[in-house]
């Protein structure tokens, strides 16, 4: 028995027993900090240290011919969402950048939907297959992965561009008389972040799919339950984390995208990554840069935070 510290057996009592036991902890600790250290310091020079840079240059003074010179200055945040007339040195809105804003989060947003639209039947799909086949199923949705990014972008751009195989189909058909302008626009921008981020949504769906038991919906049609009311009642919560995990790995990287807006929006149709690049870039504004890659992260952040809320929410309600 130990009273006050003290742990009394039948042979006697050992008042040092419990500062043995904190001094073993303690160097316990120190034995775990040491062997994690290296990981630690990669982390930090690799990870941390470069973002380190991004924000340290996001409040310098700009280069005549691109750098930075190391002047304190907030020009670049205030350039971020405004700018300042060369007449009088008043300050407006930035509208160039705000439209780029709104059209990559807007793109963004649509993007995800119509992910989820497709994805969701795709991924019940798989999921009801029998065992033995479910693995062909994926492998067939993961087969873009094994190819570039640039190359499934002029894969879709080769689909969708006024002699591609839309336009050929419909002229084929009668249903136009000339070739639809797809390209070079925000709604190809959009079908091609759907294109190339579909698995980020199906994959995520099926692995909470694959958990449901499917007794739970027999049960809502033996209550006479509708076949909508059974995926809104029965499968959707069920799947709700799925439905969360795919919307994030799919909205963070189309918002970041940069390949497929520059590819298939032709230039005229930029998003942030474009943005971004073009001041680090031609625009030789290298604290514009990295304040507008500050802000992109932030964003990103906030759609993450969003995602672990609901997640946990989701995990304390199904226990």
Not at 277 to 289: E, I, K
């Amino acid at each position: 028995m130990a009273v006050n510290g003290t742990i009394n057996t039948p042979g006697g009592a050992y008042p040092g027993a419990a500062a043995a036991a904190a001094a073993f902890d303690r160097r316990d600790t120190r034995g775990r900090w040491l062997l994690s250290m290296p990981a630690l310091l990669i982390l930090l020079f690799a990870s941390i240290g470069p973002l380190a840079i991004v924000v340290v240059y996001s409040f310098l003074t700009k280069g005549g011919y691109g750098g930075v010179e190391w002047k304190f200055s907030t020009d670049a945040w205030v350039s971020v969402f405004f700018t300042r007339d060369i007449f009088d040195d008043t300050l407006g809105f930035a509208d160039a950048h705000l439209s780029i804003f709104w059209r990559s989060i807007r793109l963004s947003f649509i993007s995800t939907g119509l992910a989820l639209i497709v994805g969701f039947p795709t991924a019940y799909f798989i999921a009801t297959r029998p065992d033995r086949s479910r693995s062909l199923w994926l492998f067939l949705i993961t087969i873009p992965f094994w190819t570039n990014l640039l190359i499934r972008t002029f894969a879709i751009m080769e689909v969708i561009r006024n002699e591609g195989i839309v336009n050929s189909i419909l002229l084929w058909a009668g249903v136009i008389d000339a070739p639809l302008q797809i390209m070079f626009t925000d709604t190809a921008v959009m079908l091609g972040l759907l294109y190339v981020y579909l698995p980020l949504m199906v994959l995520p769906l099926y692995a909470s799919m694959e958990r449901i038991d499917f007794r739970l919906v027999e049960a809502g049609y033996d209550l006479y339950a509708t076949r909508f009311q059974v995926l809104r009642r029965v499968i959707f919560p069920l799947v709700k984390p799925g439905v969360i995990a795919g919307s994030i790995l799919v909205f963070i990287p189309s918002l970041g995208a940069y390949v497929t807006p520059r590819v298939l929006g032709g230039g005229r149709n930029m998003m942030l990554g474009n943005l971004i690049d073009l001041q680090f870039g031609q625009g030789r504004n290298w604290p514009l840069g990295a304040a507008l890659s500050i802000t992109l992260m932030v964003i990103v952040m906030v759609a993450l935070l969003f995602y672990v809320k609901n997640a946990s929410k989701s995990g304390a309600r199904h226990g």
